[in-house]
């Protein structure tokens, strides 16, 4: 992508990811009705469960992308996904923060070791030690293929917590979308949950798009000191 194209997409997204978060705030805030047991706090909801959704499909383009490394060996597949690592780390993380933000004044405690919980803390931790990896191991294509390997290990995590309270008696309550006859949300919820996943779903783009740049310049930096070193 020329540096011109890269620029117009950056601005696009940015002005997207902009009305977007606002939109989605008014959305939370003004729009969507009060939960009638939990009151006002299960608001954070709409940015839990749309965090916990990028999170997730960031750690499947991980997934897939390091498949593609290893089937092809080409850096930009191990660019994207470091890039996409990344992703997901910061938005796993906002659901571990929103969580217990949520659980203390609904469920009296700030956490507990239950399946869903415990897993998603695993998942956070699998994808910390993965960019650990990255930046701790010296030689380029080693690094690249020992991420992808861990890469496509560590997805096996995502079904576990995604499935907790479906396998597993847990803390959290049985799932409110695709959990049967008995789940479903309020219309105007589900506008609240759409319009705050578009929202997470644009600021995580944004933020590959300029993490997938770095990759792709630290490359670039790289190449041209090797032919540096083989002149000198």
Not at 12 to 21: E, N, Q
Not at 137 to 162: C, H, K, N, S
Request: hydrophobic share 55%; charged share 15%; aromatic share 16%.
């Amino acid at each position: 992508m020329s540096e011109r194209n890269y620029n117009r997409l950056s601005l696009i997204l940015f002005c997207a990811a902009l009305v977007m978060v606002l939109w989605a705030w008014y959305a939370v805030f003004l729009q969507v009705p009060t939960e009638r047991t939990m009151g006002v706090v299960q608001r954070i909801f709409y940015l839990h469960l749309s965090s916990a959704f990028v999170s997730f499909l960031a750690f499947f383009v991980v997934f897939i992308s390091s498949v593609a490394y290893l089937l092809t060996r080409n850096p930009r597949w191990d660019w994207t996904a470091a890039a996409a690592a990344e992703i997901g780390i910061i938005f796993i993380a906002a659901v571990l923060i929103s969580g217990p933000l949520w659980a203390k004044p609904t469920w009296g405690i700030w956490w507990t070791w239950d399946a869903r919980l415990t897993t998603t803390l695993v998942l956070f931790l699998i994808y910390l030690a993965y960019l650990l990896l990255r930046y701790y191991t010296l030689e380029a294509e080693r690094q690249a293929r020992l991420a992808a390997i861990f890469g496509i290990i560590g997805f096996v995590d995502v079904p576990l917590v995604y499935m907790a309270n479906r396998w597993w008696r847990t803390q959290h309550p049985q799932p409110v979308i695709l959990g049967g006859q008995e789940s479903g949300l309020d219309p105007r919820m589900w506008y609240g949950v759409l319009v705050t996943f578009v929202a997470m779903l644009t600021v995580g783009a944004l933020v590959f798009l300029q993490r997938y740049r770095l990759e792709e310049s630290r490359h670039a930096v790289s190449e041209l000191r090797r032919a540096i070193g083989q002149l000198e």
